[in-house]
């Protein structure tokens, strides 16, 4: 494990008020968004999409690396060069989901364990021959009237550390995603104890696995109400109790915190993403790693149609700028119009 690459790494995909395009869809998501628009399913659309969002001009002067599926790191731009080859020369770190899905976990009813480390050493080398740099893993705990049961916590912060020692080991800094859907009619407050929770033994377990935490980067869910919450919380609110629980439990070292969107609209994630960054003395940047919340806009505009790509691009460009001054505190609501 080279400590200092790995820490160069993960300082490099946070750095300048950058963020993280996610762009590593499984099948099965990207056939449900596709379907959701009528856009036909099959590869050469998966790959016209995807090619269509990583040229789009300007982008890496706000997105520092993006998160690419196991189809889609081999697949080529229309120019005919390898996506993490484009990726490199335009300044965008290729990054790859190794995760093999959120499955039912075992005697649990309504709990998720995340599946995927048979084999990953080797696929780890794979993926680094083809150009990532660093990988993502997604672990989902849900809350509802008598979850998350500490097993399932327990489980899947295993799974993660895990999935971690094995990236450092092949000098890929590891995204750690533990994700409590806002999925429920639970309020912040709930939602801050359980990520509070799964945030401490997550972090207890990498410890013990002995993952470097400056060759790491968090990506959590924001403390926010549930989905269907009567009272949902203010942008202050949710800043106050995110940084309160990153605080709690994120230790210095870690380079960099890169939010999911999870279902937030996109003005709600630049919005709070925004608000948390205005509250200042963080030990860590603090950005977004958005999937939902910079493609969805874009990704209608687009409709499976290329003669719409340079519409398409203006769209998924000017959320990327939005989110990077969101990343640096300089966002306002008022700039969408603009
Ligand atoms: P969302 O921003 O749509 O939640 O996706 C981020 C992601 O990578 C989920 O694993």
Redo the contacts with the bound molecule.
């Keep these: 494990m080279n400590v200092k690459k790995l820490n160069e790494t993960a300082k490099e995909m946070v750095a300048n008020c950058k963020g993280i395009l996610?762009i590593?869809e499984s099948h099965g998501t990207c056939k449900k968004r596709f379907e959701s628009l009528n856009i036909p399913v099959n590869e050469e659309n998966r790959r016209s999409y995807r090619d269509m969002l990583i040229t789009a001009e300007s982008l890496s002067n706000f997105i520092s690396g993006a998160?690419l599926f196991d189809e889609t790191i081999q697949q080529k731009t229309s120019d005919n060069i390898s996506f993490p080859e484009h990726m490199k020369k335009i300044g965008i770190i290729p990054g790859i989901k190794v995760d093999a899905g959120a499955k039912n976990f075992s005697c649990h009813p309504n709990e998720k364990i995340t599946e995927g480390l048979d084999g990953l050493a080797e696929r780890m080398l794979k993926y680094k021959e083809l150009g990532a740099r660093f990988a993502?893993w997604?672990a989902v705990i849900t809350i509802d009237n008598s979850i998350p049961s500490d097993a399932c916590i327990i489980a899947n912060a295993h799974a993660l550390a895990r999935y971690a020692s094995i990236c450092q080991e092949a000098d890929i800094v590891p995204i750690v995603?533990p994700?409590v859907l806002m999925d429920g009619n639970h309020d912040i407050l709930k939602c801050f104890d359980v990520t509070n929770k799964t945030q401490s033994i997550v972090f207890e377990t990498l410890d013990k696995l002995d993952v470097n935490f400056s060759g790491i980067i968090l990506k959590p869910n924001m403390i926010t109400s549930g989905s269907n919450c009567e009272d949902q919380a203010s942008t202050e609110q949710i800043a106050e109790l995110t940084i309160k629980c990153l605080a709690n439990n994120v230790p210095k070292d870690v380079p960099g915190i890169a939010f999911?969107?999870?279902?937030q609209s996109d003005e709600n994630a630049s919005n709070n993403l925004n608000s948390i960054n205005m509250i200042n003395n963080n030990p860590w940047k603090v950005t977004f790693?958005?999937?939902?919340?910079l493609q969805l806009e874009a990704m209608k505009k687009w409709s499976g149609n290329n003669n719409n790509n340079l519409e398409a691009q203006k769209i998924i460009a000017k959320r990327a700028y939005l989110n990077s001054l969101a990343a640096c505190g300089k966002y306002s609501l008022e700039l969408e119009n603009s």
């Design positions: 996610a590593d998160i993502k997604r995603e994700e999911l969107s999870g279902g790693s958005y999937g939902r919340a």
